[in-house]
């Protein structure tokens, strides 16, 4: 019985899970839920086998000093990749700075440890707090985004929505794009090929400052050139962001068909966010990602994560507070 109730906040949040994802996929409450069934279940776990809690609390702990610094070596020498291969824009350096923000943060906490004060204990608390917090919603945002990353297209679609990034020499498709522009291609030669009625390939993307072209120009290009039936190619060539990409595209192909269905394609780490933009947006679709390079993925991963993070910038402000001042009352010794 008591083995039951230990599991029962678990269930609740399972059962609040999968009736948010069936609600809809694209929303980062899902993530959020799905990390609450993790720590539910497993201090589930050491509720009902108490005789292992020391042990398994303290290789927690463990696992996560040595995890800490293990990811901050990993992010400073992908960081050092990414400078060398893309260059030294502020986009590039962000797995740098965080290798780096982690080594700091570490580092200064043992400094705090060994201090002793009262002062030092209340900082140590903040960081602390402040840190599982932010950890807690970039694992939700990984784990959840891996899921995500798993959805398969069931049945035929209208349109195959491919978003732009961006030209090289201003009027050639990048490798990046040309990964999309692939996975595209591939979805529509699919629905063909099991007798569905071709979709259309709705290149969106507009011309930048430092373009000689609109980005759905070089991509329907790119997809006619390599095998695209030209009929079955068009443009949204006024876009310049994620969310204006697929808020015009939602008015062509609701202008075609009120009805339609589509699939979104942009790369990888680009899908869960592409994702819940796509839902803010009204489309009536999923977003698939394409492959990209593995050194590229950690520093694009990490940007997504501080854009969602701004997005609720009042939510997760009021959460910093809220924290901060937890941590301050944890920290008082005595109340008089």
């Not at 780490?269 to 394409?290: K, M």
């Not at 939510?315 to 937890?326: E, Q, R």
Request: one cysteine or more; aromatic letters at 8%.
């Amino acid at each position: 019985m008591i083995s039951a109730l230990a599991f029962a906040p678990s269930a609740a949040l399972s059962a609040a899970f999968l009736y948010s994802v069936r609600q809809d996929r694209r929303m980062f409450r899902n993530a959020v839920l799905l990390g609450l069934v993790a720590i539910s279940t497993a201090v589930a776990l050491l509720f009902v086998r108490p005789r292992h809690a020391e042990f398994l609390l303290a290789l927690f702990f463990l696992g996560t000093v040595l995890g800490g610094l293990l990811l901050a070596f990993f992010m400073v020498v992908n960081g050092l990749v990414m400078v060398r291969k893309e260059g030294r824009r502020p986009a590039n350096l962000l797995s740098l700075l965080l290798g780096l923000a982690i080594a700091s943060v570490l580092v200064l906490l043992e400094v705090l440890r060994q201090s002793g004060s009262q002062a030092a204990a209340t900082v140590m608390g903040v960081l602390l707090l402040l840190s599982a917090y932010v950890a807690f919603l970039f694992v939700c945002f990984l784990g959840y985004a891996f899921l995500y990353g798993r959805v398969r297209v069931r049945g035929d679609v209208d349109f195959v929505v491919v978003l732009g990034c961006g030209l090289l020499g201003g009027d050639r498709v990048s490798p990046l794009l040309a990964s999309r522009l692939e996975k595209g291609l591939e979805l529509h030669a699919r629905q063909v090929h099991r007798g569905g009625k071709p979709p259309v390939l709705l290149a969106s993307g507009g011309q930048g400052a430092d373009e000689r072209v609109a980005e759905s120009t070089a991509m329907a290009r790119w997809l006619v050139d390599n095998g695209a039936p030209p009929s079955d190619v068009r443009e949204e060539d006024r876009s310049r962001t994620t969310d204006e990409n697929l808020r015009y595209s939602r008015t062509i192909m609701a202008a075609d068909d009120p009805e339609y269905l589509c699939v979104v394609v942009t790369n990888n780490f680009h899908a869960f966010r592409a994702a819940l933009t796509a839902r803010r947006a009204g489309v009536n679709g999923q977003v698939l990602g394409s492959p990209t390079a593995r050194y590229y993925w950690p520093s694009a991963t990490i940007r997504e994560f501080v854009a969602i993070m701004w997005q609720h910038r009042l939510l997760n402000l009021a959460m910093g507070v809220l924290l901060t001042g937890l941590a301050v009352l944890l920290s008082v010794p005595t109340w008089r």
